[in-house]
């Protein structure tokens, strides 16, 4: 399983970014795929979850309204949309592979190398 970040950058306060996740050796249908953010000096924390197996999204009561999280079965990626960024948003945003249960129980299977995000004011 491979997982490949993409979208990350610097952006202005209450600007926005599009993250995506390309994904190999195994389907959408496969493994429920989630965004982690960690922040300097922070543990990483859960952002956001997609299961088209059962049809469900996820998102931290902090992105709630400001993030998307999308899928596209054809080219086998995962999309954060990520408005109205704040400055407690920058981090290094990865994507995951998971099994498990949102947001506690949830156990990565396969880790892409992640992608920055600096939200500046």
């Known amino acids: 399983v491979q997982l490949v970040e993409s979208g990350g950058g610097p952006v202005q306060t209450g600007g926005s970014l599009r993250l995506s996740c390309a994904v190999s050796?195994?389907?959408?249908?496969?493994?429920?795929i989630a965004w982690f953010r960690q922040a300097p000096g922070k543990e990483r924390e859960e952002v956001s979850l997609?299961?088209?197996?059962?049809?469900?999204?996820n998102y931290v009561d902090s992105v709630k309204g400001r993030f998307t999280i999308s899928s596209d079965n054809a080219k086998n990626t995962v999309d954060l949309q990520m408005d109205n960024l704040k400055a407690e948003d920058t981090a290094v945003y990865y994507c995951?592979?998971?099994?498990?249960?949102?947001?506690?129980?949830?156990?990565?299977?396969?880790w892409g190398q992640g992608t920055q995000v600096f939200v500046s004011s």
């Open positions: 995951a592979a998971v099994t498990g249960t949102w947001p506690d129980q949830l156990f990565p299977r396969a």
């Open positions: 050796g195994v389907t959408l249908d496969d493994y429920a």
């Open positions: 997609i299961s088209r197996r059962i049809g469900v999204t």
